[in-house]
């Protein structure tokens, strides 16, 4: 499956974003999907995942009650809604995509991805 996101921007603090990630080649049912960020001179961390097997969903600390992953399944795209940003919520944001190990990535916060895409990048200023 190939992944290619879209949506990323220079917001100001508080503002909202939606990115998009549109996968081709392959269906994302029986997928796990998920959404992490680079931010400058640090790791790739995870910010969501959601399982398509029972809808399960993990959020980090710095996402939980700000952003929502969800998933359209007739446009087989994966959506990060991002409310209230703060400029620590900027970097590099990354779509992924898991099908092997896809049962046990929400347990394990998001590990095991296989599949990524190129980045769409997000720029919080204050």
């Known amino acids: 499956v190939q992944l290619v996101e879209s949506g990323g921007s220079r917001v100001q603090a508080g503002e909202s974003l939606r990115l998009s990630c549109e996968a081709f080649?392959?269906?994302?049912?029986?997928?796990?999907v998920g959404w992490f960020r680079q931010a400058p001179g640090q790791r790739r961390e995870p910010i969501s995942c959601l399982s398509t097997h029972d809808g399960r969903t993990y959020y980090s600390d710095s996402a939980k009650g700000r952003f929502s992953i969800s998933i359209d399944g007739a446009k087989n795209s994966v959506y990060l809604q991002m409310d209230s940003l703060k400029p620590e919520d900027t970097g590099v944001y990354y779509c992924a995509a898991e099908l092997r190990f896809s049962l046990y990535v929400v347990d394990y916060q998001c590990g095991g991805m296989s599949f990524w895409g190129e980045g769409t990048p997000v720029t919080v200023s204050s």
């Open positions: 080649g392959s269906s994302l049912e029986d997928y796990a």
